[in-house]
């Protein structure tokens, strides 16, 4: 399974672009996306340092709306664990 990141564009220069999500900022591939007009403040979906395919505001933050639910859910300690079923189990 791969995971693509929402991140938005702060600075363009040819093929690469400077992007931030979340206060990280990383340099970006945009070779795949060549025949979009991206411009500054776009949001792109990111996955390996590539950017993949250009999105909505909506669409990011929706995203990460999902992923911060998804981090707030692991409250699993040491000693639990969850089986495939959704259920709390003890270790």
């Not at 909505?56 to 990460?64: C, I, M, P, V, Y």
Request: proline residues 2%.
């Amino acid at each position: 399974m791969c995971l693509g990141i929402p991140m938005r564009i702060t600075s363009i220069d040819g093929y690469y672009a400077d992007c931030q999500a979340k206060g990280v900022g990383r340099k970006v591939n945009l070779f795949l996306l060549q025949h979009e007009q991206l411009v500054v403040d776009d949001y792109v979906m990111v996955h390996v340092g590539y950017a993949l395919q250009k999105i909505s505001q909506e669409d990011a933050r929706l995203t990460w709306e999902i992923f911060d639910r998804m981090l707030d859910s692991e409250t699993i300690t040491d000693q639990e664990s969850f089986d495939p079923t959704g259920s709390k189990v003890a270790l």
